[in-house]
């Protein structure tokens, strides 16, 4: 079984979780601020050791919420039903989860709203390597973090 945590946000990432140590991650793949979703498609059918049979993989996927007014909104929303297309389209179930939800089971009675680092901070402590936001940057990719701890959330929820 192979668990997919994706972060679909602007600066997204997808993660594929195997077992509860081995994982891969990589950014979302973005063309002019879109999830480009051949490229996309590329990913998982070659991490997530795609095979015809149904189940085999299933996703976990931050739901998105866009506020009115918000900054980005239609972006974001797009982006969002971009991903959940292409998984549609591969036939690979996926579950919703809000951000608080998976947060919450991850690094229970500690206030996240806000913290961007927490979750980077959790992937190097177990020894992942985080790329940079931007090519020689120094911040690390906080969306490829998310997905990895979502990933993880779902390895821990998937027979429920």
Known sequence: ??????????????????????CKAFPLPIEINRVDVG??????????????????????????????????????????????????????PYVEVLPYTWKGTLFPGVNTKGDKEITVKRCLDQGYKLPTLRPNGKKLHDGVADAICIAAYGWIHQDS
């Open 1 to 22: 079984m192979v668990v997919i945590g994706i972060d679909p946000g602007k600066t997204g990432g997808i993660a594929f979780m195997n077992s509860e140590s081995n």
């Open 39 to 92: 490229k996309l498609q590329e990913i998982i059918l070659e991490q997530a050791q795609y095979t015809p049979v149904r189940y085999k993989s299933v996703a976990y996927i931050e739901r998105q919420h866009v506020r009115a007014m918000q900054r980005g909104g239609i972006l974001i929303g797009e982006n969002y039903g971009r991903v959940l297309a292409v998984l549609d389209l591969l036939e690979i």
